[in-house]
């Protein structure tokens, strides 16, 4: 399993092809030379860049829904639309399929935020954007989600 630390800055060339900033492949450098998988966020209007590793992981939990289930369907449907494989090429860059960078409003000044274990890519304005809004809620957010938690050792 990967854990990603980071927020990077970096531009797409005419064709969609970024250069993947240094600090990060040293962080994927288990992994730089297999394939990624590359998807739309259900959340947000992003992308999502998973090792190949990490998709295999999520997609045995998918597998486990019952698709006689029309919701369970309409979820992989929805979930796996646009879904491609890329890879890093031998000059560190990552090539962002057009229509995909048509989902996320991608121009060319990009942000690429680390979500623990993938990593998402944004346009760098939606992504400012983004995080202002989350700014205003996250206190309550983390007071919600890791509030009740208890340090290690205490019941």
């Excluded at 962080?27 to 992308?47: H, T, Y």
Aim: hydrophobic share 45%.
């Amino acid at each position: 399993m990967v854990n990603l630390i980071g927020t990077y800055e970096c531009k797409a060339d005419a064709k969609g092809r970024l250069m993947v900033p240094s600090a990060l492949k040293k962080q994927l450098s288990p992994v730089l030379k297999e394939i990624f998988v590359i998807k739309r966020s259900v959340f947000q209007p992003c992308l999502e860049l998973y090792p190949i590793e990490e998709w295999n992981v999520l997609m045995q939990k998918i597998n486990g829904l019952n698709r006689f289930v029309k919701k369970n369907n309409d979820f992989i449907r929805k979930f796996t639309a646009g879904v491609k494989t890329v890879e890093v090429d031998a000059n560190g860059r990552l090539l962002i399929p057009k229509d995909l960078m048509g989902f996320a409003d991608i121009t060319k000044e990009i942000v690429l935020s680390s979500a623990i274990n993938i990593i998402e890519i944004w346009d760098k304005n939606k992504y400012e954007n983004a995080i202002d809004v989350a700014a205003d809620d996250f206190a309550d957010m983390a007071e919600d989600i890791m509030g009740n938690q208890l340090p290690d050792g205490i019941s």
